[in-house]
């Protein structure tokens, strides 16, 4: 799920907030278009999620997709962990 901050009712007062040169700002650019783009797992972004957690010896079913552009594309990786698919 992709949220484009772009598109919220509080873009304006954001860019003035927290841009030391509102003015100065190229709300064309595609670049600062995509930075305002946020990537979210559950609706939740990067830091902000929940846990998703189990335990050792747990028997989970995780229904899991990658998504993304032939340029840029985002699968799901586990650290330390070794499943049986």
Not at 33 to 44: C, E, K, P, T, V
Not at 50 to 66: C, P, S
Request: charged fraction near 20%; hydrophobic fraction near 30%; charge should be negative.
């Amino acid at each position: 799920m992709i949220f484009d901050e772009n598109k919220s009712w509080y873009f304006e007062e954001n860019v003035n907030t927290y841009s030391s040169d509102p003015n100065n700002i190229d709300r064309n650019d595609e670049q600062f278009d995509l930075s305002n783009q946020m990537h979210a797992i559950n609706g939740r972004m990067f830091g902000n999620n929940q846990g998703l957690t189990f335990h050792v010896g747990d028997e989970v079913n995780w229904y899991l997709i990658g998504m993304g552009s032939e340029s840029d594309l985002h699968t799901v990786h586990f650290h330390g962990h070794s499943f049986e698919y």
